[in-house]
């Protein structure tokens, strides 16, 4: 096991993970924030900008995430776009 830098808080570790175990636990539950919005509100397209402005998640997280093999499937853009914010605020998104 090496020493590594925590991607999410910089704090230094040692771990076979890339995030310290406080982040870790932070991490799960974003992720679980982010397949309930997958679930709910994805329509093809939607953008980072919105995904973080709904969920709460930073977009820097959301770049990690997305890279993660069960988020392969899914088609998100990196910015809102003209079919972006009016189609998302006609779903049922609690703000
Ligand atoms: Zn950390």
């Known amino acids: 096991m090496e020493l590594k830098k925590c991607v999410r808080c910089g704090k230094f570790f040692a771990s076979d993970v890339d995030v310290c175990?406080?982040?870790?636990?932070k991490d799960l539950a974003d992720?679980?924030?982010?397949?309930g919005f997958f679930a709910d509100n994805y329509?093809?397209?939607v953008?980072?900008?919105?995904?973080s402005a709904s969920t709460g998640i930073s977009?820097?997280?959301?770049n990690r995430y997305l890279g993660?093999?069960?988020?392969n499937?899914?088609?998100v853009t990196e910015d809102?776009?003209?079919?972006?914010?009016?189609?998302l605020s006609t779903g049922n998104v609690n703000l």
């Not at 992720?31 to 397949?35: A, I, P």
């Not at 977009?59 to 959301?62: I, P, Y």
């Open 47 to 51: 953008s980072k900008v919105q995904i």
């Open 73 to 75: 499937g899914i088609y």
């Open 21 to 25: 175990h406080e982040c870790e636990k």
């Open 80 to 87: 809102a776009n003209e079919n972006g914010v009016e189609k």
């Open 31 to 35: 992720l679980s924030k982010l397949k």
């Open 68 to 71: 993660y093999e069960e988020f």
């Open 59 to 62: 977009t820097k997280n959301l």
């Open 43 to 45: 329509v093809a397209g």
